[in-house]
């Protein structure tokens, strides 16, 4: 099974400031055919299902605001919110869809500080 | 749009058995691996079974291996898990979930209680 390991597993950043999330996994997640790697960024609110974020490592949801973006290369992944704001306050997970099983980071808690 | 809507959860004795499906909308169905996640109280998401396009192959998480299956009809585009010897620790909410267009989908979930 691919690990990820996701870091920190929490942080609390000032409103406006930068937050940064990492991702590592375990073995490549890097689709050959299309050149593309089978990495997913989700949002959580209590009492919510996951929302997703980002997927293909870099590729934003519809919908989803720009100060969010993620990138990364081999197996290490970053999603960061550019100007933190009272909305992001969530639980974010890293998911790879490379292989079955899926699996998820666990989790890092984002508050405002 | 890809729309997945999971039913079927609820209260249960331990070593009850429940059924969940995952009707579902938008996307070539019979053509994707489809899975099954779940998340206990408080907790991170944990993958539980997955079934591949025809039905005709299965994988289970070890907690849940013996206990459930995964299936699916692919002429009603729905997902099922039929949950049998339920324990406390299966106390979760259950989502279905699919990777169609090289990106995830999920459904709202659905809410599997296990108690006396």
């Known amino acids: 099974d691919i690990v990820m390991t996701q870091s920190p597993d929490s942080l609390a950043v000032s409103l406006g400031e930068r937050a940064t999330i990492n991702c590592k996994s375990s073995?490549?997640?890097?689709?050959?055919?299309?050149?593309?790697?089978?990495l997913a960024w989700y949002q959580q609110k209590p009492g919510q299902p996951p929302k997703l974020l980002m997927y293909?490592?870099?590729t934003r949801e519809s919908g989803v605001p720009d100060r969010f973006s993620g990138s990364g290369s081999g197996t290490d992944f970053t999603l960061t919110i550019s100007s933190l704001q009272t909305e992001d306050v969530a639980v974010y997970y890293c998911?790879?869809?490379?292989?079955?099983?899926?699996?998820f980071g666990g989790g890092t808690k984002v508050e405002i500080k | 749009e890809v729309q997945l809507v999971e039913s079927g959860g609820g209260l249960v004795q331990p070593g009850g058995s429940l059924r969940l499906s995952c009707a579902t909308s938008?996307?070539?169905?019979?053509?994707?691996?489809m899975h099954w996640v779940r998340q206990a109280p408080g907790k991170g998401l944990v993958w539980v079974s997955c079934?591949?396009?025809?039905?005709?192959?299965?994988k289970y998480a070890d907690s849940v291996k013996g206990r459930f299956t995964i299936s699916r009809d692919n002429a009603k585009n729905t997902l099922y898990l039929q949950m049998n010897s339920l324990r406390a620790e299966d106390t979760a909410v259950y989502y279905c979930?699919?990777?169609?267009?090289?990106?995830?989908?999920w459904g709202q979930g659905t809410l599997v209680t296990v108690s006396s």
């Open positions: 073995q490549t997640i890097l689709t050959t055919s299309n050149n593309k790697k089978s």
């Open positions: 998911q790879q869809y490379y292989s079955a099983p899926l699996t």
């Open positions: 293909s490592a870099s």
């Open positions: 079934v591949n396009s025809d039905g005709s192959a299965t």
């Open positions: 938008g996307f070539s169905f019979s053509s994707y691996w």
């Open positions: 979930t699919v990777v169609g267009s090289g990106k995830p989908g």
